[in-house]
């Protein structure tokens, strides 16, 4: 049976369901754009099918790896050598070293006990025309008689530090030597002597023509004395007779004056 409707009801109904209509459609489209579309992955069991991987992040659609790429980090300062031997009451010390990219200095210690250091010279780093890079130094006034403890302390540009292995010295020196150093001398020279007991010692410095041009007198005590010859700048370049006098004997050595 078909029943007939009056034309502005049917036409009423027809718009009715054109808006529910829209409004699903307009709903589906909504959801569509918030829902982020499922991400396809090759499954290893099979070649042929895909898994759907459910995607994380704030809307991306991707995952992202937590682990992060770095370069590798810059190798630091090592010693490849250090070694130190003792000779004619001085000390020569050297060493090798690698890597040293940051370095600022490099402090030489030494130590009567190895465990005590106090610093004896310092060497500023240079430019390596190579990955490594040798250096030397010279204790003029170690300690006689006894064993001296030698080690390098590294200090790189932001302050830290890393040292060298520790190399043992000892030197032997008899009583009544006597030696000076450094020769050719500048400014200043150094008197090594090594003396059976304490009292005062005249120093005198004669040229070539026999003249007194220089001299000092110092306290000594029995074993290894260190004595400081300075103002040597004032005298004229040439060779000069260094004349040691202890009130018992009189020594001689050589000694000759070059200015820088």
């Known amino acids: 049976?078909?029943?007939?409707?009056?034309?502005?009801?049917?036409?009423?109904?027809?718009?009715?369901?054109?808006?529910?209509?829209?409004?699903?459609?307009?709903?589906?489209?909504?959801?569509?754009?918030?829902?982020?579309?499922?991400?396809?992955?090759l499954s290893s069991s099979s070649p042929n099918k895909y898994n759907a991987v459910k995607p994380t992040g704030a809307g991306t659609g991707f995952t992202r790896?937590?682990?992060?790429?770095?370069?590798?980090?810059?190798?630091?300062?090592?010693?490849?050598?250090?070694?130190?031997a003792g000779s004619n009451g001085k000390v020569s010390i050297g060493w090798k070293?690698?890597?040293?990219?940051?370095?600022?200095?490099?402090?030489?210690?030494?130590?009567?006990?190895?465990?005590?250091?106090?610093?004896?010279?310092?060497?500023?780093?240079?430019?390596?025309?190579?990955?490594?890079?040798?250096?030397?130094?010279?204790?003029?006034a170690p300690v006689v008689n006894r064993a001296n403890y030698y080690r390098i302390r590294s200090v790189d540009i932001k302050g830290g530090s890393a040292f060298s292995s520790i190399v043992k010295v000892k030197l032997s020196t008899p009583v009544g030597s006597l030696f000076i150093t450094p020769s050719p001398a500048d400014a200043s020279a150094t008197l090594n002597l090594v003396s059976k007991t304490s009292g005062t010692v005249g120093i005198r410095l004669l040229n070539t023509a026999g003249r007194l041009?220089?001299?000092?007198?110092?306290?000594?005590?029995?074993?290894?004395?260190?004595?400081?010859?300075?103002?040597?700048?004032?005298?004229?370049?040439?060779?000069?007779?260094?004349?040691?006098n202890d009130g018992r004997k009189i020594k001689h050595l050589q000694l000759l004056i070059r200015h820088q």
């Open 213 to 244: 041009c220089w001299h000092l007198h110092f306290s000594i005590r029995a074993g290894a004395n260190v004595l400081l010859l300075d103002g040597l700048e004032k005298l004229p370049e040439g060779m000069y007779t260094v004349q040691c």
């Open 1 to 41: 049976m078909i029943r007939n409707y009056p034309r502005g009801r049917s036409n009423t109904c027809l718009n009715l369901c054109l808006i529910l209509t829209i409004i699903q459609l307009e709903g589906f489209v909504f959801r569509a754009q918030c829902s982020p579309l499922p991400v396809l992955s």
């Open 97 to 140: 070293v690698t890597n040293e990219k940051d370095q600022f200095e490099y402090i030489i210690e030494r130590s009567v006990d190895g465990v005590d250091f106090m610093p004896v010279g310092t060497l500023v780093s240079r430019p390596a025309f190579s990955n490594t890079n040798n250096y030397s130094f010279t204790d003029l």
């Open 65 to 84: 790896d937590s682990s992060t790429v770095r370069p590798p980090a810059a190798a630091s300062m090592k010693f490849l050598l250090f070694s130190a």
